[in-house]
């Protein structure tokens, strides 16, 4: 069966700090992956979403990279933390094709920036 | 582009009781697919349930049902005799067959059970 690995779980990290957060999956192969924010009480924010190695779409302009260096392996970074990167962060993982139906999501990272 | 509407930010309901989300979409394609999330306190997301547009026949788990109008691009998720585990945020998803890798969530209604 396929699994999903976040880590690290909780995350605190001064401002202008760097970020890395990992995210893996088990089970499959040549996955979607995707990256998400959630503020407090808010909805999922798409970051980052990749179909292949190297191939990484952005959605949404900000101080975020996202690096997938292999296939079951998506990386979300930062050169430098700002306050308003504090948040719960998704990975999910979609099997390819449009026949696949729904996302499956990891635990989630709790970032805080002080 | 497509977009995923739910209109009650928060609800309530009593235990044993039934309580109807809203969810609306915006999509001018005719082959995608719709899910109902929940993620409870410990902010895992884990799948309600899932309708396919094709399906006249709307979808179906355990006390979980949806109310799936196509026409009216509504796609409501009704849950019956509820239970203080049902207590989570509950977010409405896209899924395009055309545009495929991606999916589209609603804001989310925060839904508390009443002992």
């Known amino acids: 069966s396929q699994t999903i690995h976040q880590w690290p779980a909780t995350l605190v990290q001064p401002v202008g700090s760097p970020l890395s957060l990992e995210c893996t999956v088990e089970?499959?192969?040549?996955?979607?992956l995707y990256w998400y924010r959630q503020a407090a009480g808010r909805g999922l924010q798409l970051l980052f979403y990749?179909?292949?190695?190297?191939?990484i779409s952005s959605e949404v302009p900000q101080n975020l990279s996202a690096s997938r260096p292999q296939d079951r392996q998506f990386i979300l970074s930062s050169k430098k933390l700002l306050l308003s990167d504090s948040g719960f962060y998704l990975c999910?993982?979609?099997?390819?094709?449009?026949?696949?139906?729904?996302?499956?999501f990891g635990p989630g990272t709790r970032l805080t920036v002080t | 582009a497509q977009t995923v509407t739910q209109s009650q930010p928060e609800m309530s309901v009593q235990e044993a009781e039934t309580v109807t989300l809203s969810c609306t979409y915006d999509?001018?394609?005719?082959?995608?697919?719709l899910f109902w999330y929940k993620q409870p306190p410990s902010r895992q997301m884990i799948l309600v349930i899932r309708q396919e547009a094709y399906k006249q026949q709307n979808a179906t788990e355990n006390r979980f049902s949806v109310n799936f109008q196509k026409a009216a691009k509504s796609f409501s998720l009704k849950i019956s005799d509820s239970q203080l585990g049902d207590a989570a945020m509950y977010f409405c998803a896209y899924r395009s067959q055309a545009s495929y890798d991606k999916v589209i969530f609603g804001p989310g209604t925060s839904l508390s059970v009443i002992p």
């Open positions: 999509t001018s394609e005719s082959d995608y697919y």
């Open positions: 089970g499959t192969s040549n996955p979607n």
């Open positions: 999910a993982w979609l099997p390819q094709g449009m026949y696949s139906y729904e996302q499956y």
């Open positions: 990749s179909v292949g190695i190297g191939q």
